[in-house]
Structures are given as C-alpha cells and as structure tokens.
C-alpha cells in the first residue's frame, strides 16, 4: 500500500517536473540549428508560473465546458501519465487499467478540448476543432495497432507487463522489423498527437493554419497555464511510451533505490534524447499541406498493420 | 518616334473628336478627351492589340478653386513599347459624375472607388459602389481630398455597417480574419466564405488607418516633401522618395548628375536586396520550415547593418533628396559594399540549393496561390506578382530612370503564378541586384551627386514619375501650387493594385494556405492606405 502510494507520488512529481523541460529542450535545440540562442530550457517553468498568476480573461459567450476543459485535459492526461511506465517498470495505476485506457483517457482530453474550441463561438476555434477531429480519428487506429503488435510479442495489454517483460528480454522475437514498424508508427502518431512540425506548428502565430493552438485560442491565465501543462504532458507520456517499450533498458524493475536512481537517470537520458530529435525534425521539414497530414497518418497505419502481421509471419 | 507617331495617329483617327495636348509630348502622348467618350477609348487602348494599354494611373484633382473644374487622369502603359498615353477630361461646374470604366477595365475599380470616397464624385456604372477608403463610420460628405476639406479636420462618427458579400448554402460558412492579427502585421481585414477549408471567396476589407498622405502633402512645399514621400510605406523608403524626387526635379527642370543617379540606383538594390531576403525568409517560415527564415533574417540584418554604416540610416531614410542623393560614397565604402555582398551571395547560393533540395517545402510551395497570366493582366499586376505569372515587365529595363539606362538589367519572369514562382523571382532578383550593384561599383562615374534647385514650376505644372520599386511600380504625380506649394500629389504604391489580386489568387486553395499565399504576395498596408 505504502510503496502504491510512494509511486503515485514519486511518478507525478518526475512527470510534471519533467514535460515543461521536454517543451524547453526541443525549443532550445531548434534555436541552436537556426543560429539563434534561444531561451534557457527552463523557460517554461517561468512561463506556467507567470501564467498562473494571471487573472484568466473568458468570454461571456461561453458554457462550463469552457472552464471545466483545462482540469479535465490536465487530469485525465496525467492520468494516463500515471499508466505508462516512466523509470519504474510497474505502473503506479498498474491495476486500473492497460494501454487501451492510456488511449482513451488521451482522446478524453482532446474530445473536451475540441469541445472547448467550438464553445467560445470563434470562427479560429472551429476551424481548430474540425481539424483535430481528423487528426484524432486518424492516429487512434494506427497508435493501437502499433502497441498491439508489441503486445502481442508479450502476450499482454499491460504496459507493466510488456515493459518488465522487455527489459528482462523475454518473448523478444528475433527479427526486430515488427518492432521496427512498429516504432516509426508510433513516432509518427505522437508527433500528430502533440501537434509538432509535420503535422502541426506550435511556433505559429497564423491562426489560419493552427490545429492544436486554433482550439485554445481563447484561453488564457491559469486555464491556459493547465492547458499548456497538459499538452507537456501529453509529449512527455508520448515519449515515455516510445521510449519504455522500445528500449526499456535501465528502466527499475524493482522498487530498490539504487534501480530507481538508475533508472531515473536512463529515462531523463532517453527523454532528452527523443526531444532532441524531435528538434532536429522540426528544423528538416516544412509542415504538411493539411490534406497530406491523412496521407501521413495513413502511412503511420500501415506500418502498424504491417508489424503486426509481420509478427504472425515470424511466429508460425 | 515614328512609331510613336502611329500610335497617336491610329488614336486620333478611332476618335477624331479628342484633342492632342503636345506640351507633353517626348515624355508621353497625352489627350484631352470629353468624358462620354471614355468608356470608348479607354477599351480601346486596352483591348486593341497592337496598343495592349495596361491602366497604370487614375486620379483626380480638385481644380475648382482655379478654374471651377476636377480634372480626371487615367494613365495607360501601352505594352509593345512601354509608352504612356494619358487621357484627361474634366468636370465642369456642379457636374459630380463620370462614367466607369469598370465594366471593360477590371483594374480601374478600386481608383475609381477612390476617386468617389476621396472628392465625392460619383462613378456612374461601376459595379461595386460600397465605400472603399471611407469606411461606414466616416460621416456623410466627408471627401478628405476636396480642397474646401480643412487637412486638420477631426472626423465625427457615424453608424454605418459594412456589406461584405455572402455566400449562401449548407456548410458554407465565413471567416473573418483580421483587422487585429496575432503577429507584428498591419491592420487588414479579410473575410472567406469557405465550404470546409475550400475557400469559395475571400473579400478584402482594407483602409483601417487611413493617414491622409495625399492631404498631407498637400500642406508641403515641392522641396520639403522628401522626408513625407519616404514614409508612405516604411519599407520601401528609396523607392518612393525617389519617385517624388524625380517627379520634382522634372518640374524644376533639374539634371541630376551621373554620380548621383549611380547612387540612387545602388541604395534602390540595396532597398530590394534586404526586402526580398526577408521575404523569401517569411514565405520559408509561413510553412513552418524555419531554417531559411533564420539565414535569410541574418542576411538581411547584415545589409541593413550596412545600410546603417553607409548613410546611417538602416532603412536609408535620407539618402535621396532632390536634385540628387545627400550621400556622397568613397571607393572604400563601394568596396566594402561589393566585398559584404559577395559574402552573402556565398551564403545564399548555399541556402537556395538547400531550399530547393526540400521535398517537403517544394511540395507547399508548387500549385499553391495561382495567379494565372489573364487574372494578372486584367488586374494590371504589377512587380514581383506580375512577373511570377509571365508578365514580363520591370520599369528599371522599360522605362529606365536613376542609372538604368546604362546598367544592364536581366528581368526575371517565371509563367506558373504560384507561391513558388513568387520566391524564384525574389531569389532571381537578389542574384541580379547584387551583380547590379557591382556594375554600379565599377561603372559609377566621379562627379558631383546633386544639384541646387533653381526656379521653381508654375502653379498648374505637373509631372509624373515611375520608379520599380523592390514591390513593383511606384508611381507619383505631383503637381505644383501657389508659391511653390503642392497642389496635389498622387501616390500609387504597388500594393494597391496587386492586393485585389489575392482574391482571386486564393480561390480554390485551402484557408491554411492563405497566409504563405499572402505572404508570397508580400504587400504593404500603409503603402495602400494612404
């Protein structure tokens, strides 16, 4: 019971602490590749504490969905935060759900976030919402199948399992192009789901060609604040997953200090890394045509399908 | 000249009942024309192939306080050879209407739209009679450019709403976008009607700031009005002040020495060069491929930085003035200038090849934003815009002015009309006003770099002057006052032509692509909005 709750507490801290740092470092490295010297990668931090202190400004035209969204994205993202594996192989919410709930408890977020872009009535947060209703109904299949196909190597659907399972190196299938396709099915699905360049432009200020930001356009203070809180979260648990089942290595599989250390460490090394190639991806491209982004998330479903049926094909 | 002659002689022959002015002849052929025949003539011009008249001008004056009459002037650049036929007619009396040309010319619609909001006369026939520059708040009979229109008057308000034309149908719904952006942007208004992201139409809602420019001038002597003209648009400051000045001195009959119009050529290249790296940097980051924008803002620091350095001006604020340029360079200086270019030319070269080696970044820019060669036309697209779309035309070739005439300009033209032919002209043309301003570096004479001012012009003299600006075309006529007063001066920066062609450029295209499409038109509010 006591070492439930020492990971739930421990396991929250790591990632609320850790997501504005992930937002800062690829902030950080897209300014060093564009000559420029960028903010300090704490950042961030400053930022949410400047926004929480700001009185929020809501517009009158809005229903309690407008101020009831931040809270549940906040809580129903550090919720399924609290489903993946971070630096310790057992979950803290190990008994309440597997990786479907980690889906579902995102797409909770972004339903009440494209709520919340149609509520205030702006013709920016519509246009926001109908487009993430694309991009949102397009990742679910291909982040599904992508997990599955590893699931189905561990012979589960608990990320515990399948992480503890992993850095034990046991079922691994000797043939890594299941894993392979796998891995760039899911790479592509948390690039769309958080919104970065290919797919979308955190950086912009056009309003015309946002996804993520056209939906909370409307926010401000301490909603926006939660919001943005949120979407670090969102990145950070995207990259923990790419990262723990894909190369769970060093990750603690017990509950023994000195694995936990390590296994902190090798996470915020994995973290970093993963952030910092989302940077250099960011510098590589030019954000797709709106209607190519289907074609994109089309590709990302293929693979996965194509790793799962790959992992038949090796098994028989 | 004997072609020339032909021109004038086919015209008079169509129309014998208009009357040749030869004052101006030389400069261009100019007709006194009774207004009932300008419908006529004015199709004519534009539509007789062997003339080919692209509409370049239109404006009135308020002459009533001399001779109790508006004079209307529509400019005409006859495309075979680049001569001006301006045709003139006048306003007797109480008369306050004139026929549109409209109708046969869809480039004259926002002149004379213009023309109605600023002196109150009324364009009869012409399609779209809403407020243009007047918007609804303006009080009724407000007409800024009317001469018993005090320059200082404090406008009231009035209720008034704007109609914007609608769209009707299931799923279709508008957009309005603007005046107040989310980034460092003039205030622009504009309103889609789109069926999903399609855009079906998209209608522009300009004018949120209007300065009175041409009123003020008008409170200006003919030799003070420099330091006004460079502040029209802040980003092309050469190139205006350098179509006021020529303007001026034609009317005071100056010559302006060699040296100085070397110098006037080299600082409108520079003007150009950190214009257009800007641009192809902004067009680069609008689809979210930030690399370029980063070298290209740096080149264009780095010239700016020499602008400062060479007149201590980074917007080369003060360099023309009339009768010459106010700075003077040393064989130092012109090196230093040729040595900083050919550093960035190194580095742009390197940059262009990786631009155009990005697949992903080709793939926004190609099809995007089609301006086809026949919407540009019957617009009268000028600069950068038209020549992206096959409109083969650049003043600095055309109608030479400052130094052209004896530098070889190499006009680049591109025949797709999209976003990417947009930054290929700017990349062509940084390339060409660097090799430019060498020439200048090596050709440039010794000698002094401007004249004084002798007698000025009588009141009633006018002139007109044409400048390729970085934009495009940039066209002034000033006309000269009571002692040594401006009676009128018209102001036509490119961006008032080229901005009613984005409605048409956007259509079909999805409203995420609008702001690389406008961007690769890269126009200027205040330049618009005088």
Redesign the interface.
Known sequence: MLQAIFLVVAQTIVLLAVSPFIVGLIKKV?AR????RGASVFQPYADLAKLFRKEPVVSTTTSWIFTATPYIVFASTLAAGLLVPIFVSRTPLNFAGNIIAVVYLLALGTFFLMLAGLDAGS??GG?GS?REAIVASLTEPAMILSIFAIALTKGSTNLSTIVHKTALLEGIVTDPSPYLMALAALFIVAIAETGR??VD?P???????MIHEAMVLEYSGRYLALIEWAAGLKLAVFLSLIANIFAPWGIATTLAPAAMGIGLVAYLLKIAGLAMLIGVI???????????VTDLLGVAFILALLGLLFFYILRS | MAETRSYDEALKAAFPSIVQDDAALGEFSHFLVPKDLLPAITHYLHTQPSLHGRLTLVWAVDDRPVCDTYGLHYLFTLEPSSRWVLLSTELAGDDRLFPSITPHIHAAKWYEREIRDMFGLIPQGHPDLRRLIRHEHWPKGAHPLKKDFPWDRVLGRQQGEHHFRHIEGEGV?????GPI???IIESGHFRFSVA??PIMQLELHHFWKHRGVEKLFEQQKLTTAVPLAERVSGDTTVGHSLAYCQAVESLFHLKVPRRGRYLRSLFLELERLHNHLGDVGAI?N??????P???CG?MKEQIMQLNDRLTGSRFLRGVNRMGGVAVDLTAGQLAEIVAELDRIEKDFSELESIIAS?A??I??LETTGVLTERTAWDHAVVGVVGRASGLDQDLRRDRPFAAYDELQVRVVTYRYGDVRARMRVRMDEIHESMRLVREVSVKIPQGPVAVEPGRGPQAGEWALSAVEGWRGEIVYMVMAGESGKIHRCKVRDPSFVNWPAIQWAVLGN??????LINKSFSLSYAGNDL
């Open positions: 897209k590749l564009q000559l420029r013709a920016f246009m109908s360049v290919p432009n950086a912009t200020h056009l309003e015309l060609t960011e510098c590589m491209f030019a954000k797709l045509r709106l209607f190519r | 719904f508008e957009v309005p976008v952006h989310a980034g999903g992201e680069c609008d689809t979210a491929y930030a690399l924008h980063a070298h740096r990005n992903s970044l793939d926004r999805i409203i995420p692509d609008f702001p």
